[in-house]
T-cell receptor, first 115, second 112 residues
Framework: KAGVTQTPRYLIKTRGQQVTLSCSPISGHRSVSWYQQTPGQGLQFLFEYFSETQRNKGNFPGRFSGRQFSNSRSEMNVSTLELGDSALYLC??????????????FGPGTRLTVT | TQLLEQSPQFLSIQEGENLTVYCNSSSVFSSLQWYRQEPGEGPVLLVTVVTGGEVKKLKRLTFQFGDARKDSSLHITAAQPGDTGLYLCAGEVSGGYNKLIFGAGTRLAVHP
């Protein structure tokens, strides 16, 4: 089975711009979660989607948003980029409901640099 | 707010030594997962522990979940240079719809 894929892998944007990141989960997985990883804060939960519905959201400003499509692919959007948004954005997929729905598999991430 | 404290932050050892990484919380988690991450890549799942007191072994790695499901440990026997990396523990929040709370990570360097 192919793993979680994320595009693009690297991105450089300017302050004030907006960005959209994409995530394709493992085939059959219906839940997609997004995380932000920075050296200072580590890995922090952004939000989780299942069947096109956001079920949980972390403590991030409204500039961070996401969505999920009927094929379980997900996108996250960050508007009005700030320097502090520079991070590795990770997507994780899992199979819900059923066995081992707590096991999440991460993609390689998108490295976003804001200048 | 649920927190996971992971220790030590850094570990530099010689090949062949044993080591233990700890993950502690005052909160109960539905499950606890251990990941290993290489620079510039996503975390790779090593193991998931679900039941209090559970012990799982993966070759030279032994994972244990505390009886109260609040803490966990990772023990590596006879470490090898290939074990070098960032080890992360992550607790699944009860009713959190796959929300994971991550520890800060332990950066392990194993020298030949």
């Amino acid at each position: 089975k192919a793993g979680v894929t994320q595009t693009p892998r690297y991105l450089i944007k300017t302050r004030g711009q907006q960005v959209t990141l994409s995530c394709s989960p493992i085939s059959g997985h219906r839940s997609v979660s997004w995380y932000q990883q920075t050296p200072g804060q580590g890995l922090q939960f952004l939000f989780e989607y299942f069947s096109e519905t956001q079920r949980n959201k972390g403590n991030f400003p409204g500039r961070f948003s996401g969505r999920q499509f009927s094929n379980s692919r997900s996108e996250m959007n960050v508007s009005t980029l700030e320097l502090g948004d520079s991070a590795l954005y990770l997507c994780a997929s899992s199979f819900t409901p059923g066995l081992a729905d707590y096991e999440q598999y991460f993609g390689p991430g998108t490295r976003l640099t804001v200048t | 707010t649920q927190l996971l404290e992971q220790s030590p932050q850094f570990l530099s050892i010689q090949e062949g030594e044993n080591l233990t990484v700890y993950c502690n919380s005052s909160s109960v988690f539905s499950s606890l997962q251990w990941y290993r991450q290489e620079p510039g890549e996503g975390p790779v799942l090593l193991v998931t522990v679900v039941t209090g007191g559970e012990v799982k072994k993966l070759k030279r790695l032994t994972f244990q979940f505390g009886d109260a499901r609040k803490d966990s440990s990772l023990h590596i026997t006879a470490a090898q240079p290939g074990d070098t990396g960032l080890y992360l523990c992550a607790g699944e929040v009860s009713g959190g719809y796959n929300k994971l709370i991550f520890g800060a990570g332990t950066r392990l360097a194993v020298h030949p």
